[in-house]
């Protein structure tokens, strides 16, 4: 089977810095992604990491280890609007076809 | 520019009633199309996938189906619809051939069954 665990929720205040890991079981692998869904709306894409290392994107970052099956969301320097449900997600194949986790809700308060 | 279009953006019907939920990509073509479908407060999960015309791929048996009968249009369906078909659908695109974990949503439809 397939599945990918996060927790179910995070808090954290604003300016605050925030990790959300991701562990992953599947029966094939190409890359990790991460969406961020505001609550009423549709996921948009993040990140991806098809290589064990870090990838920065302002003040987002996704790191991978493949041999561990692990990756993790960080969010620097938190900002209110970054209340949302984050998800991670395997990219298990040629299709492209991308499995999603449960998410992980973050409550960023003042 | 590259845009997906999905409606209708809300529905409620009863249970027993039929579904129909149209998804078009523009500005691409031979797209890889996926139909998702998130329940309140929970994740996605896939439901069909197409890698072109007449193709689709099932993940998980129910009483949806889907069809693609042109390059860029992707339907879902149901002939009778139960309570637990309510939830959140989402189309989603990725150009054909790339091996990337960026794939383009649509504004989404929700569907209420009473």
């Known amino acids: 089977g397939q599945s990918l665990e996060q927790p179910s929720e995070v808090t954290a205040v604003e300016g605050a810095i925030v990790q959300i890991n991701c562990t992953y079981q599947?029966?094939?692998?190409?890359?990790l992604s991460w969406y961020q869904q505001h609550d009423g709306g549709a996921p948009t894409f993040l990140s991806y990491?098809?290589?064990?290392g870090l990838e920065e994107t302002g003040r987002f970052s996704s790191f991978l280890s493949r041999s561990d099956s692990y990756g993790y969301l960080l969010l620097q320097e938190l900002q209110m609007k970054d209340s949302a449900s984050y998800f991670c997600?395997?990219?298990?194949?040629?299709?492209?076809?991308?499995?999603f986790g449960t998410g992980t809700l973050l409550a960023v308060q003042p | 520019s590259q845009t997906i279009h999905q409606w209708p953006a809300t529905l409620v019907q009863p249970v027993g009633s039929p579904l129909s939920l149209e998804c078009t990509v523009e500005?691409?073509?031979?797209?890889?199309l996926y139909w998702y479908r998130q329940a309140a407060g929970r994740g996605l999960q896939l439901l069909f996938y197409?890698?072109?015309?007449?193709?689709i791929s099932s993940e998980v048996p129910q009483n949806l189906s889907a069809s693609r009968p042109q390059d860029r249009q992707f339907i879902l369906s149901s002939k009778k619809l139960l309570l637990s078909d309510s939830g959140f659908y989402l189309c989603?695109?990725?150009?054909?051939?790339?091996?990337?974990?960026?794939?383009?949503f649509g504004e989404g439809s929700r569907l209420t069954v009473l």
């Open positions: 997600a395997v990219n298990g194949g040629a299709t492209n076809k991308l499995i």
């Open positions: 500005g691409t073509s031979n797209p890889n």
């Open positions: 197409s890698v072109g015309i007449g193709q």
């Open positions: 989603a695109w990725l150009p054909a051939g790339f091996t990337l974990g960026e794939l383009f």
């Open positions: 990491n098809a290589l064990d």
């Open positions: 599947t029966s094939g692998f190409y890359g």
